[in-house]
């Protein structure tokens, strides 16, 4: 089976028949599928990939019915398969036009790295013949927004890679008139107009190649807001200075006496301006940090990747799982690979309130050193292109704390591959791909003690390692339980372990006494319960009665007295905002819910009826 997405979306039987798929969501949902390379597609992504911010309401039953066509279409050597909280494709020995590109496209700039240049331009161009026109071109306009830029930056990369192989090779006077139609039609990409200058300075045409120069320089101020970078501004002295190989004849030959330059990096950085301090705005972190190694791990090797692809990084989890913590640690650790400075946003107020794009833009610009005019304050799109040119080429790390959307994370992304975000959220964001999603689950009991002793001493726990157990699974894996326990321990060091346990043994009293100064584990735990809808609401405190075992959706209906797709569709929304846990599925394949018991002490309370669940609004 062959697979292309470099063009139409397109899928063909191994003798080269193409299957007919109809409709611009079908294809979007295979694209998904294969973009995924192996991993679960989400429903909500599904969701978001097909309609946007307003799918029907009948999403759910529509994605399972692309799904069964798809099914009948490729027939049995593709397998679709539902793996919760989506579905997953696996087509073993299938060919993929994009899987092939990346191949032929690394190799290619593997060659050009080490100076393999008649091979790398052999691999490059066999890698851009992929392409059949713009990619998912019969998509929805929600894929191709989320993917094609990634896609299209990849090609514009291998399409410059080529074209350096040329020059190396001496085929500046074949690559002139391409560069000149691609310069305007890319006029700030940098490499593409420096490598136009050395086309034009080797064929004997060295006005033309200073006033390329200056026409970028302009086109860069007037744009961007910048003057040229590394790639253009070296390329400029290398003419003015005849450092690069022009031949004796003028340029009808080419070179041998000069060595062909390596490729040509891309802009990094703005020109010298006022000297201005790169902001350093993460938080000091809050004692000692431990557990989620494997995460941590993971994260700092995303954040270290120089692909060229944009690096956008989701941590998920439910509140007080400790996803501010690790985000603050990777950044920390990975700091100094962003010397432009490190930025660190809460994005919502105190009491939970979502904040407002316009005024986190405000701050982000007052750090970068470029305040927002007086008269810009109010308008979003003024504020998102005053921080896109001040970060435009800028090697920033951005930490975005507490996002509760993707309409309000939008705009505070950066534009260009340079930066890097890490953003923390109770829910999936559909403007993150799920590789690049960590989700966050409550520690394990190892963790927990781990966790307790750096706080109060390992002696202390070894005291009563009874106690010690208790008291870490009474604060059900939350690290911000955790914290709060250690604190209180610390506070008081005469007490010993089984004294606190003893007070958070009362299922009744626990949420309160997890507290300590102004650090509420209830509190956290109500910010994203005010979130909530109304049904929603009703069916997390409607089913708080039950005890701690995994259920269905069936069970929750019986409860509740709804339909159980009604049930299902709330469920997996409490799923979604990180206030219940998918526990696997039962014998006949439905899916099974479970609690954390720290939530579940809190639907309990907001189900009675001293603190009914209007006390949350």
Excluded at 46 to 56: F, I, Q
Excluded at 151 to 179: C, F, P, Y
Aim: charge should be negative; hydrophobic fraction near 45%.
């Amino acid at each position: 089976m062959d697979f292309r997405l470099l063009g139409p979306i397109e899928a063909k039987r191994g003798g080269g028949s193409t299957i007919p798929l109809s409709g611009s969501k079908v294809h979007t949902v295979l694209a998904a599928l294969l973009l995924s390379e192996g991993r679960v597609v989400s429903d909500a992504r599904l969701s978001a990939l097909l309609w946007g911010w307003d799918p029907p309401a009948t999403a759910s039953a529509q994605i399972y019915t692309y799904m069964s066509r798809l099914r009948k279409h490729l027939g049995t050597e593709i397998e679709i398969v539902r793996r919760q909280p989506g579905y997953v494709l696996r087509a073993p020995g299938a060919w993929i036009d994009l899987t092939e590109f990346d191949r032929l496209d690394r190799l290619g700039r593997e060659a050009l790295t080490d100076r393999r240049f008649e091979e790398a331009r052999t691999l490059l161009r066999d890698a851009l013949e992929l392409w059949r026109g713009t990619a998912l071109a019969n998509a929805t306009e929600q894929l191709i927004e989320s993917e094609l830029p990634r896609l299209e930056e990849a090609r514009m990369i291998a399409l410059e890679s080529r074209i350096e192989a040329d020059l190396a090779v001496g085929r500046h006077e074949q690559v002139t008139a391409e560069l000149t139609g691609l310069v305007a039609e890319h006029p700030v990409r940098e490499r593409l107009r420096a490598q136009l200058m050395t086309a034009l300075y080797r064929c004997g045409r060295q006005a033309d190649a200073l006033h390329t120069y200056y026409e970028g320089r302009a086109v860069l101020a007037d744009q961007l807001g910048v003057d040229p970078g590394e790639a253009l501004g070296s390329t400029y002295q290398a003419v003015l200075g005849g450092g690069l190989g022009l031949s004796a004849s003028g340029g009808d030959a080419p070179e041998t006496a000069a060595p062909a330059p390596g490729p040509l990096p891309a802009a990094t950085a703005a020109a010298p301006g006022p000297v201005r301090t790169a902001p350093a705005m993460l938080p000091a972190p809050y004692g000692e940090f431990t557990g989620r190694r494997g995460e941590l791990a993971a994260l700092r090797g995303r954040l270290s990747r120089e692909d060229g692809r944009p690096r956008r990084l989701l941590i998920t989890g439910m509140a007080g799982v400790g996803k501010t913590a690790l985000a603050v640690r990777a950044a920390q650790d990975c700091a100094e690979r962003f010397p432009d400075g490190q930025l660190f946003v809460e994005l919502c107020h105190p009491d939970g309130t979502a904040k407002e794009p316009a005024e986190v833009l405000v701050r982000l610009l007052r750090a970068l050193g470029e305040p927002a005019p007086a008269a810009a304050c109010e308008d979003l799109e003024e504020l998102v292109r005053l921080y896109r040119t001040r970060t435009a080429g800028s090697r920033l790390l951005l930490v975005l704390d507490g996002a509760v959307g993707d309409r309000q994370v939008a705009p505070l992304l950066p534009g260009g591959p340079e930066s890097a975000v890490l953003i923390t959220a109770q829910a999936r964001l559909a403007r993150v791909a799920g590789a690049d999603t960590t989700a966050l689950a409550p520690v394990d009991d190892e963790e927990g003690l781990e966790l307790l002793a750096s706080l109060v001493g390992r002696d202390r726990l070894d005291a009563d390692p009874d106690a010690a157990d208790d008291l870490v699974a009474y604060c059900a894996g939350l690290p911000l339980a955790l914290h709060v326990a250690g604190a209180r321990l610390a506070a008081r060091p005469h007490w010993p372990v089984a004294r606190l346990a003893a007070r958070l043994a009362d299922p009744a009293a626990r949420l309160a006494e997890l507290s300590y100064g102004d650090v509420s584990v209830r509190e956290s735990l109500v910010h994203g319960v005010r979130r909530l809808a109304d049904a929603e609401l009703a069916v997390l405190t409607g089913l708080a009665d039950g005890d701690a075992e995994p259920f269905c959706a069936q069970y929750a209906a019986l409860v509740l007295g709804t339909a159980e797709e009604e049930a299902e569709a709330a469920l997996d929304t409490l799923v979604d905002l990180a206030l219940l846990e998918l526990s696997g599925l039962d014998v006949q394949g439905r899916p099974l819910y479970r609690w954390n018991d720290l939530v579940r002490l809190l639907a309990a309370a907001l189900g009675t009826r001293d603190a009914s669940p209007s006390a949350v609004r």
